[in-house]
């Protein structure tokens, strides 16, 4: 019965923790713009340099960009980011096996917590505009529709979730917590 209970706990936690954060990220509160916002208005070079990455990904991929190289390739774009606050983390490439032959460039963006309760947000560039459960998230399984444009997953028997939102054409926001 404690288990029941402390499973709705955390699954209203999880649920706080969207109701309070989702609406952070696509807000706009002074210098620092919400990712979506960010997002649309850099939208031609943000898909050029992610292309970018993702050629020379595909020219070498047993041997690709060392971080140095990828930074040197993104410079613009973490230049837009930094400036708006939302550059936080990384950018990383999300192998194409795991997104059906679909190389996406992920921008990790920020994240809160400490180990078992952890909160990820950011955003990616996928070339086949889809909705992709990535290897940053807490949870596996397959993404649900929850209605056009927003898909989920949710962990089955606990509270790790992940949810990606698409931003436009070939973006999506993704967040993701245990």
């Known amino acids: 019965m404690s288990g029941n209970k402390d499973m709705r ?27 979506g916002e960010v997002v649309t208005e850099n939208q031609d070079l943000l898909k050029a340099e992610a292309e970018s990455v993702i050629a020379q990904y595909r020219d070498a991929p047993e041997t690709f960009l060392t971080d140095t190289a990828m930074e040197e390739t993104l410079k613009d774009s973490e230049a837009v980011l930094k400036d708006t606050g939302q550059w936080g983390q990384n950018a990383c490439i999300h192998p194409p096996a795991d997104c059906n032959d679909d190389i ?17 947000w950011g955003f990616y560039y996928t070339q086949k505009d889809m909705a992709h459960l990535l290897h940053t998230a807490y949870v596996y399984g397959d993404l649900t529709m929850e ?32």
Do not use: W
Not at 9 to 24: D, G, S
Not at 156 to 173: A, P, W
């Open 104 to 120: 996406v460039l992920i921008y990790e963006c920020s994240s809160t917590g400490l180990m078992t309760s952890t909160y990820q």
């Open 147 to 178: 209605k056009e444009g927003i898909y989920s997953c949710m962990e089955e028997g606990g509270d790790n979730f992940y949810k990606t939102i698409k931003i436009c054409e070939h973006f999506y926001y993704y967040e993701t917590g245990n």
């Open 9 to 35: 706990i955390h699954k209203k936690r999880n649920f706080l923790y969207i109701l309070l954060l989702v609406p952070l990220a696509f807000c706009s509160c002074g210098r620092k713009m919400g990712i």
